[in-house]
């Protein structure tokens, strides 16, 4: 049996101000194993990236256990790396630096960071652009940088929150073949939030299908196609596509029991 590496337990998730408490997610349970791909995926507003947060040890639960590797989490862990819409790059900083930031934050002398990054770089295709700043990249180029920076951290979780939703159509069809030889060559556990239905399917062997506000699971849905790269052209994604849209557009909260739905 494989290993969990992300546990959330009967998770719920309150989010107050001097006016109002916005419940975010309600009882909310779900197990990752280790080196597994799932996508999450449901309305604007569901809670999706307060999952993510939640896993990346950003926030706390207002009740429930978020566990990582088996150990309850206190804060953010080294090995987790979140990567963001913006790719949260820092402008004066070169390529290579930017690769090598979580390093040095983890205080690993510069040395070695930059030659762990230098192989990162390499890894994602922009060994080139080191001495390059991120205003002299493309945003695909961009995005592979943001990758290349967890790749050096030796992660064994990336979170994703809607990595590739601001590149054109080409650009996200080559970084999402990216991050499926990335992902199987690495073996790292990987969380994806996504709005978009056909991204889900390419990148999720588990499709979580999130209720409206307050966010629940709705669905589980396994996709065992996942992981193919000729996986796009087949009939059985077109029939996945169509599933996960068919069961979006029904926007019934559903039921707080996980049923999995295999295609």
């Not at 040890?57 to 819409?85: D, F, N, Y």
């Not at 990216?178 to 992902?183: C, F, P, V």
Request: charged share 25%.
């Amino acid at each position: 049996m494989s290993k969990t590496a992300i546990e959330l337990s009967g998770v719920s998730l309150k989010y107050r101000s001097e006016q109002k408490e916005t419940l975010a997610l309600d009882n909310f349970s779900l197990e990752v194993a280790a080196g597994e791909p799932i996508a999450i995926i449901g309305a604007s507003g569901c809670g999706k990236t307060s999952v993510l947060n939640l896993i990346a040890g950003l926030l706390k639960p207002t009740s429930g256990t978020v566990k990582v590797m088996g150990e309850a989490l206190s804060g953010p862990r080294s090995r987790t790396s979140l990567i963001l819409q913006d790719y949260g790059l820092l402008p004066w900083k070169t390529v290579l630096d930017n690769a090598a930031l979580g390093l040095i934050i983890q205080k690993m002398p510069v040395r070695e960071a930059r030659a762990r990054a230098t192989d990162a770089l390499r890894t994602v295709g922009i060994e080139e652009f080191a001495r390059s700043y991120p205003r002299e990249l493309s945003g695909g180029m961009s995005q592979r940088l943001a990758m290349a920076r967890a790749m050096a951290l030796d992660s064994d979780i990336m979170l994703m929150d809607e990595p590739l939703s601001a590149l054109d159509a080409l650009t996200r069809e080559e970084l999402q073949k990216t991050l499926i030889d990335l992902w199987q060559h690495h073996s790292y556990t990987q969380v994806l939030v996504t709005h978009s239905i056909e991204e889900a399917a390419l990148l999720g062997r588990r499709i979580v299908l999130m209720t409206p506000r307050p966010g629940r699971i709705r669905q589980v849905i396994e996709n065992p196609g996942m992981g193919d790269l000729d996986y796009r052209h087949t009939t059985e994604f077109h029939d996945m596509c169509r599933m996960l849209r068919e069961l979006l557009m029904n926007k019934g909260e559903g039921s707080t029991t996980v049923e999995e739905v295999v295609l």
